[in-house]
């Protein structure tokens, strides 16, 4: 059974860290691209970062460039997000992907994560 556990959402206040992770079972987790989304009131889910199955290649969305940071465990088959210098604008819930071409893409359940003061 394929399962995907988002967990380190809270709450915290602008200019905070959080780090998120990703716990992956249930699949061939190093042989998987992995993601991270967030959904936040009102807007469509969207891409925040991504990591090779490797984890030699990351890619950011421009909101978030030098603030966060994407890693994998391969021998842990988990994921992180490393978030820095948080702002309002990054709340939401943050779900990870995990995908592979020619195969189902599996999601999380999501955490919430509310940067306030």
């Known amino acids: 059974q394929v399962q995907l556990v988002e967990s380190g959402g809270g709450l915290v206040q602008p200019g905070g860290s959080l780090r998120l992770s990703c716990a992956a079972s249930g699949f061939s987790f190093s042989t998987y691209a992995m993601s991270w989304y967030r959904q936040a009131p009102g807007k469509e889910r969207a891409l925040v970062a991504s990591i090779s199955s490797a984890g030699g290649t990351t890619n950011y969305a421009e909101a978030v460039k030098g603030r966060f940071t994407i890693s994998r465990d391969n021998d842990k088959n988990t994921m992180d997000l490393q978030m820095n210098s948080l702002k309002s604008e990054d709340t939401a819930v943050y779900y990870c992907?995990?995908?592979?071409?020619?195969?189902?893409?599996?999601w999380g359940q999501g955490t919430q994560v509310t940067v306030s003061s």
């Open positions: 992907k995990a995908r592979k071409t020619g195969r189902p893409e599996y």
